[in-house]
């Protein structure tokens, strides 16, 4: 069974703070996706890495996915409050075309003013 | 262009009932995908439909089926429910044409109270 564990689970900052949020796993998976969700709406994909090493920058978020492809980081520089809500990773296996993603047990981040 | 759609967006069983759940996908995806999420937790993978047929499945009872009709709709239907059916089921849409490379997009969520 693959799995993927987040830490913190639960992060509370003020805004202008720094944070980094780390997903693990045992398992190697052909991408990692991250995601933010906020209550009462679906998941939204925010990057996907794919090259283990690979670093992506999306304003003031950096994604990093280590260099064996089973760990990732999400660093937010100077938190706002509308970076609020449940962030996910996301490791996505393939059988043939058929995918499937395994979610982490995600952070929840709230930023206050 | 609209996004995935599902329906209903709340609904309350009680135990042993039936629930069936809608998911439109988004504008030209084809494969549908449904995801369980209890609360406090990541959505765990149900199972994916493409040609109407089930391509892959995740560790869920036979309770859970689902169809997937030519204009690439989906259902997802549990039976006898349990007290621990109660979440949000979330359905997302990709198009098979960029399986390695597309977003996957998801719905807003059905959420199920099972009482």
């Known amino acids: 069974t693959q799995l993927l564990e987040q830490s913190p689970q639960f992060l509370s900052i003020q805004e202008g703070e720094n944070l980094t949020v780390y997903c693990n796993s045992s398992s190697v998976f052909s991408s990692l996706q991250w995601y933010r969700q906020e209550p009462g709406e679906g998941p939204v994909l925010l990057v996907t890495v794919v090259t283990g090493g690979e670093v992506k920058k999306l304003k003031r978020l950096t994604f990093q996915f280590g260099d064996a492809r089973k760990d990732s980081s999400l660093h937010i520089t100077a938190a706002q409050p509308g970076d609020t809500g449940l962030y996910l990773c996301?490791?996505?296996?393939?059988?043939?075309?058929?995918?499937?993603?395994?979610f982490g047990t995600g952070t929840r981040l709230q930023v206050t003013l | 262009d609209a996004g995935v759609t599902q329906s209903p967006t709340h609904l309350i069983k009680t135990r042993g009932q039936q629930v069936t759940l809608r998911c439109s996908p988004k504008?030209?995806?084809?494969?549908v995908s449904w995801y369980q999420q209890a609360l406090g937790q990541g959505p765990q993978f149900i199972f994916q439909y493409y040609e109407e047929e089930e391509r892959q499945r995740g560790n869920f009872p036979d309770r859970f089926s689902g169809h997937q009709f030519p204009n690439y709709s989906s259902e997802l239907n549990v039976n006898a429910l349990l007290l621990g059916d109660s979440a949000l089921y979330l359905c997302?849409?990709?198009?098979?044409?960029?399986?390695?490379?597309?977003?996957?997009?998801f719905g807003e969520g059905s959420r199920l109270t099972v009482l």
């Open positions: 996301a490791g996505e296996g393939w059988a043939g075309t058929a995918s499937k993603l395994t």
């Open positions: 504008s030209g995806h084809d494969t």
């Open positions: 997302a849409s990709r198009s098979i044409s960029e399986i390695n490379t597309g977003e996957l997009f």
